[in-house]
T-cell receptor, first 114, second 111 residues
C-alpha cells in the first residue's frame, strides 16, 4: 500500500482567491489522480497527472480552473483557481498500487469557500 | 459510459447484525472492483479489492463477492459493530485507469 499525505487538511477561503493543495506519496508512482467530492455526493475524477507530461482532464474540468503540477514521481499539486462557493468540496489525491490496480487515497483536503 | 449504483443509500441496524451492501455496474468490462470506507469529512480507506477474474475476497468480518457477468457485487459485514458506522463506496476500474464510484451506502450501527 501507499501512504499519501495531503496539505492542507482543511481551509476556509474567500471568493475569488486560489488555493494550492499538495499531495506527497511515500513511494514513486507513475500516475496520480485528483478527485473532487462535493457535499453529499460521491467522487468525481478531475484529472490524471503523469510525471513529465501535461495532466489529462475529465469532461467538465479545465486546466485554467484546476492547474496541476507533477514535478516528480512522489509529489503533485492541484490549484483551485478563482474560487466560488460551488468549489466547496473535499479534494482527494489518489495513486495506484502497482500491478493489482488497487487505488489508495489521501485523507483529503476539505475546502469551504465563503 | 459506466454507471455504478449502490443500494440502499442508507442503512441503520442494531449492533451484532449481519448485513449486505449492494453495488451494481452497467458495463461488465472492468479490471477490478474495490470497496472503500469513508468516515465523515475524511479520505477513503481501501477495504477489499476484487480482480475481474475473482469471485470473492475476504478480510476479517468483511466478505466481498463479484459477479461480473451480471454487473453485481455485494459487501457482507458480519457481526456489525458501532465502529463500522461510515459510508461504504464501491468503485469499478475500467480502461484508462478510470475509477467510477457509486453514490455510497451510509451505514449506522446502533449500540
Amino acid at each position: 500500500s501507499a501512504v499519501i499525505s495531503q496539505k492542507p487538511s482543511r481551509d476556509i477561503c474567500q471568493r475569488g482567491t486560489s488555493l494550492t493543495i499538495q499531495c506527497q506519496v511515500d513511494s514513486q508512482v507513475t500516475m496520480m489522480f485528483w478527485y473532487r467530492q462535493q457535499p453529499g455526493q460521491s467522487l468525481t475524477l478531475i484529472a490524471t497527472a503523469n510525471q513529465g507530461s501535461e495532466a489529462t482532464y475529465e469532461s467538465g474540468f479545465v486546466i485554467d480552473k484546476f492547474p496541476i503540477s507533477r514535478p516528480n514521481l512522489t509529489f503533485s499539486t492541484l490549484t483551485v483557481s478563482n474560487m466560488s462557493p460551488e468549489d466547496s468540496s473535499i479534494y482527494l489525491c489518489s495513486v495506484g498500487g502497482g500491478n493489482t490496480g488497487e487505488l489508495f487515497f489521501g485523507e483529503g483536503s476539505r475546502l469551504t469557500v465563503l | 459510459k459506466q454507471e455504478v449504483t449502490q443500494i440502499p443509500a442508507a442503512l441503520s441496524v442494531p449492533e451484532g447484525e449481519n448485513l449486505v451492501l449492494n453495488c451494481s455496474f452497467t458495463d461488465s468490462a472492468i479490471y477490478n472492483l474495490q470497496w472503500f470506507r469513508q468516515d465523515p469529512g475524511k479520505g477513503l480507506t481501501s477495504l477489499l479489492l476484487i480482480q475481474s477474474s475473482q469471485r470473492e475476497q475476504t478480510s476479517g468480518r468483511l466478505n466481498a463477492s463479484l459477479d461480473k457477468s451480471s454487473g453485481r457485487s455485494t459487501l457482507y459485514i458480519a457481526a456489525s459493530q458501532p465502529g463500522d458506522s461510515a459510508t461504504y463506496l464501491c468503485a469499478v476500474l475500467t480502461s484508462g485507469s478510470r475509477l467510477t464510484f457509486g453514490e455510497g451506502t451510509q451505514l449506522t450501527v446502533n449500540p
